[in-house]
Structures are given as C-alpha cells and as structure tokens.
C-alpha cells in the first residue's frame, strides 16, 4: 500500500540567490518551492537593515512564484524573502535572495 507524504513547502536547491541591481531597474527573482499537494500560494518580503516590508508585486503559478521588483533608495537592497503555502501549512524557512548594488564588490 502507498501513502503519500504530504509536507509544507520547503526551497527548490540550486535556486540563483544574488541579484546585482541598479536602483530604478526592474528585476525578476523567482522563487521555486518543492511541495506535496503541489498547490501553493506565496508570500513576498524585503528585510532590509531597518525593518521587514511585504511585498505584493508578483504572480504565481503552481510551486513557481516570480516577483518583479525595483530598488528606489538604498534601503529598497537586502534580502527579499519568499514563503510557500499549501494545505499541509507554511514553509518553516524562507528562500532567500540577496539583492545588492550593480556593480558592488562582495
């Protein structure tokens, strides 16, 4: 007999996770999550060095969400953070993206 093992949604490995950014430039980031039921919905944020903003300009497709975002000031870089959902619960961990400066050194 096979039962299957129904889980929250947790980050798809090998995902791009470093965007050199201008400030006024469109970036698309992608965030994929592996998920069992397979219907997920997302939630988006930026945490940067003074506090956390939901973000709300992204479509989402499956276990496939892509948010297109635009840094306007310095405080718009830093880690832009995506949690999948599906009927089991919420992702524990979020995927992380980092976005920096064009340009800027690590």
């Known amino acids: 007999m096979f039962f299957a093992h129904l889980d929250t949604p947790t980050c798809k490995a090998s995902q791009r996770t470093l965007y050199g950014v201008a400030r006024g ?4 980031i992608t965030c994929e999550v592996e998920s069992d039921p397979k219907d997920v919905s997302f939630r988006w ?3 940067n060095s003074v506090e956390n903003v939901e973000l709300q300009n992204f479509t989402s497709k499956g276990p ?10 310095m405080l718009e870089f830093g880690a832009v953070l995506c949690w999948g959902q599906n009927a089991v619960g919420v992702q524990k961990d979020p995927c992380v993206a980092r976005i920096i400066p064009a340009g800027k050194l690590l």
């Open 64 to 73: 496939r969400s892509v948010l297109t975002f635009t840094p306007r000031t």
């Open 45 to 47: 944020a930026l945490n």
């Open 25 to 28: 430039e469109d970036v698309n």
